[in-house]
């Protein structure tokens, strides 16, 4: 039986991921063993969440992840931008995404809008 105690630097961070690992590998059916797991996987979770937030992916494979995720087609994407042209051009990131452009696939394809506003390099064709 562990004591469930606050995660508050690295080497509680490691003790915890040991612990929960541990009972992991000897969870049986017990209600309380399963309520551990619970407890423990949500503290590291938190810990992990506010000390190591994912990165944001880039702006526009973020987009196209999304559009193949959803089996949509470039099309698509040119209906939201009302242009085939600003599509292409967005996509091989030679223009940037405007904010309203942003905020269009944020309410109509529900993608998270700080996935798409972070800063990106545009690509000159010569």
Partial sequence: MCTIRPIRNENDYLAAV???TSLWSEASESSYQLDQLEVWGA???YHEQTYYPPELPDPIEALKFHIEEQGMLFTDLSEVFE???????????RERLSLEEVWKLYNLWKIPAES??????????I
């Fill in 18 to 20: 040991h612990i929960l």
């Fill in 43 to 45: 503290l590291i979770d």
């Fill in 83 to 93: 242009s085939l042209e600003r599509a292409r051009a967005v996509l091989e990131k």
């Fill in 116 to 125: 798409l506003i972070k800063p990106y390099a545009l690509i000159s064709k």
